[in-house]
């Protein structure tokens, strides 16, 4: 199984703040890497498909980009809501696997 | 309006199984596959599989082989999933998502909590 691995796990940040949360797969990925976000009351959101790109009805402050192994997700300037639980996942080979899962906290 | 309700949370006992659902409305149900994610209670997400309903071929984590089993009833467009011989490990929270280009998953179900306790 291709393991994903999300850094940080936690990230204090401020509103107005531009920030960035990584995922690096055990092997390459083919940007085969999608985005999502949770909030506190279980409610799953896609955000970013193949890489970089953006879902439809989600705000470009947030965008994706990366290859290889290494993928990233960017939020340019954080607004209330944006405070949550982010998760990649990869889909280049079966199982599907997720990241382990970046909190989003206020500073 | 893509909606995917899922059925309500679920108590079991320990050694029982358990039917969840999730109906999927405002979409052609037959053109995407139908995906399921396990969630433990502070825990990330795990993919189980996946059925694509016009062909009724599923696909699973080997991890949840045995486990799980999808199905899809294309006249009510409705996915199911039954667990099997529950354990504490098997309460979590559990998720549909409709699976698009492949792999990704634009619109996920409200998901169900299945507790396992005796």
């Known amino acids: 199984d291709i393991q994903m691995t999300q850094t940080p796990s936690s990230m204090p940040a401020s509103l107005g703040e531009r920030v960035t949360i990584s995922c690096r797969a055990s092997?390459?990925?083919?940007?085969?890497l999608n985005w999502y976000q949770q909030k506190p009351d279980g409610t799953i959101k896609p955000l970013i498909y193949?890489?970089?790109n953006l879902q439809s009805g989600v705000p470009s402050r947030f965008s994706g980009s990366g290859s290889g192994t290494d993928y990233s997700l960017t939020i340019s300037s954080l607004e209330p809501e944006d405070f949550a639980m982010y998760y990649c996942?990869?889909?280049?080979?079966?199982?599907?696997?997720f990241g382990s899962g970046t909190k989003l906290e206020i500073k | 309006e893509v909606k995917l309700q899922q059925s309500g949370d679920e108590l079991v006992r320990p050694g029982a199984s358990v039917k969840i659902s999730c109906k999927a409305s405002?979409?052609?149900?037959?053109?995407?596959?139908m995906h399921w994610v396990k969630q433990r209670p502070g825990q990330g997400l795990e993919w189980i599989g996946a059925?694509?309903?016009?062909?009724?071929?599923?696909e699973y984590n080997q991890k949840f082989k045995g486990k799980a089993t999808l199905t899809a009833d294309k006249s009510s467009n409705t996915a199911n999933m039954e667990l099997s011989r529950l354990t504490s490990e098997d309460s979590a929270v559990y998720y549909c998502?409709?699976?698009?280009?492949?792999?990704?998953?634009?619109?996920w179900g409200q998901g169900v909590m299945v507790t396992v306790s005796s």
């Open positions: 998502a409709r699976g698009v280009r492949g792999r990704y998953f634009d619109y």
């Open positions: 059925i694509i309903p016009i062909i009724d071929t599923t």
């Open positions: 193949y890489t970089s």
């Open positions: 092997q390459g990925i083919s940007n085969y």
């Open positions: 405002g979409y052609t149900f037959t053109s995407y596959s």
């Open positions: 996942q990869q889909y280049d080979s079966s199982p599907l696997t």
